[in-house]
């Protein structure tokens, strides 16, 4: 089975499950085409993380391919341009892109075809064209002015001067001669070879920071996936520089109410949710960053039990509060760096006939990231680097070769150490907050796959708390009585896909949300 955002990735990724393949072939496969046509949501110039279920080692591995910054991206060298923060577009906010790292790591370890193989629907529909869907549509449109600004992006997306309308066919013959390029030669056509220096030669005539040795260097990580008990589901998400502990945390304050009879989308439930997030949400503004550069301990303490009885005693059940980051095992930091709420995300989960699982996530960040197309190479840069901050001494403050705050988070619920549910939300801040809603709805209110990521959700937009529409406006009030501020959420709420394990049966069952255009199928 498997669940991407877009109905040809999916049918891309289903053909390989198809022919004998590894879940791992099909979420690569996938990807690719995702990277094609999705592009305001992802692409080659984007990062990418994932989590590997690997039935022969019955083991969980996690991929980090996040990129780092150029080894001259220094405080000084911005505060000597007179900046005061990071800019959030542009050729400043733009890291090594690590996807087609990430897919390289990803088929060397798993895979049963090479990247040849795996980029050849991607490089079929970014030479032929494929047919803009609707979301899609809607998303291009409004990045319309942002596309015009650069010459290279409105001459790629922008054909005669606007952006594709649904059901229209949109082709990159471009980005099809870089992705023929990568099946030749393989990733280091785009760290060592001719890509590299293509979009190292455009970023440095734009006056950015990057050169030929921060790609060359460029290395995914294989890491340990981070993980806590939710009434007795272990639930995996990625360590830092990702948020994964945010949602961990959340649960964790969760776990010590009985959820489940406070009913689904109710006020007590919700005023729990909010609550759990604000915590949680102090402690990423606090300390999240490259794990190198993290308070030694932090995070462990994060995610143990005894910080969560410790952070639970300060909710309120009647009235919303302000609160400020934990102690973190003696290690009291209240930094400001709120994070940027920006995030254009694919989320994909595969799982084969063997028992192999794969949840993946790949994002540009922003909308077309950084609204820079690399020269005549087709590849959108995403400007991942707007996660940094400037503020002296926080631990995410810009530096050579470093890991940016990353809000992409996949996500994995074991029982009894095999998988049950492999899902993700995108959408920036919002993965964590959702990720925490997701699993409440599958434990403690014994939704399917598909309700799970259906039901109506909530998140933070700075001080508002957001609700869709299918939260009931007796709910709202009591919200809002409780010190709330509420607002709409009709899309914001970002896109779920997930397919659940039935451990008796071994039946798959897919979801794929109605907010987004995508399709979960298996055979």
């Excluded at 879940?23 to 305001?40: G, H, Y």
């Excluded at 979009?199 to 460029?218: M, Q, S, W």
């Excluded at 050579?400 to 994995?412: D, E, G, Q």
Aim: net charge negative; aromatic share 6%; proline share 4%.
């Amino acid at each position: 089975m498997i669940a991407t955002s877009q109905v040809l990735a999916s049918a891309a990724g289903l053909h390989v499950l198809q022919r004998g393949g590894h879940a791992v072939d099909a979420a690569v496969t996938a990807a690719a085409v995702l990277a094609v046509v999705e592009p305001s949501m992802n692409g080659i110039g984007g990062d990418l993380f994932a989590l590997v279920y690997d039935a022969g080692t019955r083991q969980v591995y996690g991929l980090d391919s996040c990129g780092r910054s150029g080894y001259r991206a220094t405080p000084e060298e911005f505060e000597r341009r007179g900046l005061s923060g990071i800019p959030g577009s542009g050729p400043l906010a733009v890291t090594v892109p690590g996807v087609v790292e990430g897919w390289h790591q990803l088929l060397a370890r798993f895979g049963t075809m090479g990247l040849a193989a795996a980029l050849q629907p991607a490089i079929g529909y970014a030479r032929e064209g494929f047919p803009v869907q609707e979301l899609m549509a809607a998303d291009w449109a409004l990045n319309q002015d942002k596309l015009a600004q650069d010459p290279a992006a409105a001459k790629t997306f922008l054909p005669g001067g606007r952006a594709p309308r649904e059901a229209e066919v949109f082709a990159n013959p471009n980005l099809a001669r870089s992705l023929e390029h990568i099946a030749t030669d393989g990733r280091d056509a785009f760290y060592t070879g001719g890509l590299a220096e293509a979009i190292v030669a455009d970023i440095e005539a734009r006056r950015g920071l990057l050169e030929l040795r921060d790609f060359t260097d460029h290395r995914a990580d294989w890491v340990e996936p981070i993980h806590t008990s939710y009434r007795g589901h272990d639930v995996l998400e990625m360590p830092p520089s990702t948020q994964g502990f945010v949602a961990l945390e959340m649960l964790n304050l969760m776990e010590g109410f009985d959820v489940g009879s406070m009913g689904h989308n109710s006020a007590d439930y919700l005023h729990l949710v909010s609550e759990a997030k604000k915590i949680a949400f102090a402690d990423r503004a606090a300390c999240l960053a490259d794990r190198d550069a993290m308070p030694k301990g932090a995070l462990a303490a994060l995610i143990s039990k005894d910080y969560a009885a410790a952070r639970r005693a300060e909710i309120d059940g009647r009235q919303a509060a302000d609160y400020a980051p934990g102690s973190m095992g003696g290690r009291v930091r209240s930094l400001d760096f709120a994070g940027q709420d920006l995030g254009d995300t694919i989320y994909l989960t595969v799982a084969d006939n063997h028992g192999h699982v794969v949840s993946f996530v790949q994002s540009l960040f922003g909308a077309f990231g950084a609204g820079i197309v690399a020269g005549d190479t087709g590849i959108t840069l995403h400007n991942r680097g707007a996660g940094f901050t400037l503020t002296p001494g926080h631990p995410n403050r810009v530096g050579p070769h470093k890991r940016p705050l990353h809000t992409l988070v996949p996500a994995m619920i074991l029982k009894d150490g095999r998988p049950w549910v492999s899902f993700g939300v995108m959408g920036g801040d919002n993965q964590a907050q959702a990720h925490a809603q997701l699993v409440a709805n599958l434990v403690d209110f014994g939704m399917n796959i598909q309700q799970a990521g259906e039901a109506a959700r909530i998140r933070h937009l700075g001080t508002s708390l957001a609700l869709e529409s299918g939260i009931t406006s007796d709910v709202r009030a009591a919200l809002e009585a409780r010190g709330h501020e509420t607002c709409e959420g009709r899309g914001l709420m970002g896109g779920f896909q997930g397919i659940l394990i039935d451990q008796q049966s071994g039946v798959l069952m897919g979801g794929s949300d109605v907010r987004k255009d995508g399709l979960a199928i298996g055979w």
